[in-house]
């Protein structure tokens, strides 16, 4: 795949996909999940699926990294792209990506399993791209023939109705 960039920017996306004002605890929450702005993320979409398709279980998103900065977030997430041109929500990943160190007894190709130990941490450089696997949770979707899948990479935020993120990127954690 070629080359590409984006600045993680937390504030390009609402905190939450929650906009209706109601109690967030113990109840029912829609989900107004929107697309990533232009510039706050980057995004690959596949060929329109020849046939219906149904997906079940783990993904895991595979990247070479190199940042400007020593350390960041990063969620992947995926969405269905049907003909109609209307995209739903699919499920999502997250990394902190100097916890990028594998449990190699508990990974599987398709479910990384980070060890996110301290002795494992290591830093990102800006020459030298580092191997950064996310696991996208378990996912069931029926896709029909002429939908696509897309998967965007950028900072977290944005894709749940009830979890928010204090992220490296905006500077509340270290």
Do not use: C, M
Not at 27 to 55: C, E, F, K, M, R
Not at 66 to 94: I, K
Not at 101 to 120: I, K, W
Request: aromatic letters at 4%; a negative charge.
């Amino acid at each position: 795949a070629a080359d590409a960039t984006y600045r993680a920017d937390p504030d390009a996306r609402p905190e939450t996909s929650r906009d209706d004002g109601r109690d967030p605890l113990f109840s029912d929450q829609p989900n107004n999940w929107t697309p990533v702005a232009a510039g706050a993320g980057l995004a690959w979409v596949t060929d329109p699926l020849p046939t219906d398709t149904v997906i079940a279980g783990t993904a895991s998103v595979d990247l070479q990294v190199t940042a400007t900065a020593a350390d960041t977030d990063l969620q992947a997430t995926l969405s269905e792209v049907r003909p109609d041109g209307q995209e739903t929500y699919l499920e999502t990943g997250w990394l902190r990506a100097s916890h990028r160190a594998l449990d190699r007894d508990r990974s599987t190709e398709l479910d990384p399993v980070p060890t996110h130990q301290a002795a494992d941490r290591s830093r990102l450089s800006a020459d030298e791209p580092a191997t950064v696997r996310i696991s996208v949770n378990p996912v069931v979707h029926a896709l029909r023939a002429g939908s696509r899948l897309r998967l965007t990479l950028t900072a977290p935020g944005g894709d749940r109705p009830l979890w928010t993120w204090k992220t490296i990127d905006d500077g509340r954690t270290k």
